[in-house]
């Protein structure tokens, strides 16, 4: 079943006077409990496409519903985790994983208990009174996954979130990120420039034109999990993706 739904859907930014379109005519079903990754060109609209489906920017046409109902700004069955750490630095980590239910106003205890139990998934739970300064960027990440995982949402939005990380901690992040997407059974939609990333984690991978960005191609990654990063067939679809983008790149 289609969990998000994206119709005819167009974006036009004004920069300098100027129209510019950044999306145009993406379609695309996302099912319940996919793991979807988006990859494409620097500028193409990755961004701005989970902008629009976290409800924080509008279409300029088109449509973007989840389970059925039009999406129209942010909810809580959406978690955002976007690639720069954007803890509030003046909270512990417990308060930044427990912002989210404070704002729906589940009692105290209550958001403690509850951010326990997803900093616990995370591997964190020693860290709970610390602050985000006294984290290092893999572990900020784990928290900025809890934080929108205590909100139970239906979709994750991912955009490069292990981007930042060095290569060791990108890997055992990715893993970590599978266990708990089996777990707690989310549909992720993930954007990512790493063909690697996109390859050990997808079941689909979306891969984009150059701006204005129109999906180009599909990918199905029928293959088991836990993924041999170099197995024969890893490296086939890696060889596909590596071609769609190269074109892109000299057309663009
Ligand atoms: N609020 C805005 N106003 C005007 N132009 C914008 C706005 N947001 C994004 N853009 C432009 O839209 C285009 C797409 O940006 P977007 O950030 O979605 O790309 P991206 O695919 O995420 O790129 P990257 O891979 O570098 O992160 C860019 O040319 C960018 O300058
Ligand atoms: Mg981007």
Known sequence: MALLEIKGLNKLFWADGKEMEVLREINLSIRENEFICFIGPSGCGKTTLLRIIAGLEEPTSGTVSLAGDL????GPERGMVFQEYSLFPWRTVLDNIAFGLELKGVPADERRTQSRQY??????????ARYPHELSGGMKQ???????????????????????????????MQSELLRIWEEEKKTVVF???SVDEAIFLADRIVIMSARPGRVKDVIEIPLPRPRNRTSSEVNKIRDRILCDLRSEIVTS
């Open 191 to 193: 954007v990512t420039h």
């Open 119 to 128: 900093l616990k998934m995370v591997g964190l739970e020693r860290f709970e």
């Open 142 to 172: 784990r928290v900025a996954i809890a934080r929108a995982l205590v909100n139970d949402p239906k979709a994750l939005l991912m955009d490069e979130p292990f981007g930042a990380l060095d290569a060791q901690t990108r890997n055992l």
């Open 71 to 74: 999406i129209t700004g942010p």
